[in-house]
């Protein structure tokens, strides 16, 4: 019986490591983009190194319950949890390609655009009614095209409710 146990738990994990090394790169692309730190250099991006973990951690810990589910929707699924969970703690900006914008409008950015999740699965993902995720993606869209242009630049020194809070409407995933 022990030895089934440990045949089942080496298949496990050979399962898992081929998961990551197939989608860990673009997982910890989704992370970077999410927390606004640099992709370079290398080390540069901590905090999403520390999200994509525990976010895999949560998944293999899951792994035999996921039959028929997506792991990688399902890591990034508890990437976005975990951001949201986390965003409000840390408001300084990075340095990285979206840290213009707020918590909540890069978490769009990245579901929408970079991972081309719908915008249905999103509202349902992020528990808002999907007009207002259409609303924020353009938003955040204006933002980094004003930022281009160099007329955004004052936008990561704003205030009000949207700026430190990461749901100005105050649902949370």
Do not use: K, N
């Amino acid at each position: 019986m022990r030895e089934r146990q440990t045949h089942r738990d080496r298949l496990r994990a050979q399962e898992f490591e081929a998961f990551v090394a197939g989608a860990g790169g673009r997982l910890l692309r989704t992370a970077t983009l999410l927390t606004a730190e640099p992709a370079a250099p290398a080390g540069a991006y901590v905090r999403a190194e520390r999200l994509l973990c525990a976010a895999l951690a949560r998944t293999y810990a899951e792994w035999d319950r996921l039959r028929g589910e997506d792991p990688y929707d399902r890591t990034r699924q508890e990437l976005a949890v975990r951001f949201a969970r986390d965003a409000w703690r840390h408001r300084r900006p990075l340095g990285g390609v979206l840290d213009r914008l707020t918590p909540l409008e890069r978490l769009v950015l990245v579901l929408r655009l970079y991972e081309e999740v719908g915008e249905d699965q999103t509202a349902a993902l992020l528990g808002l009614p999907a007009d207002r995720v259409r609303a924020v993606c353009d938003r955040a869209i204006a933002v980094m095209r004003s930022a281009g242009s160099g007329r955004g630049a004052a936008r990561s020194g704003r205030t009000g409710p949207a700026a430190g809070a990461p749901f100005a409407s105050g649902a949370a995933p």
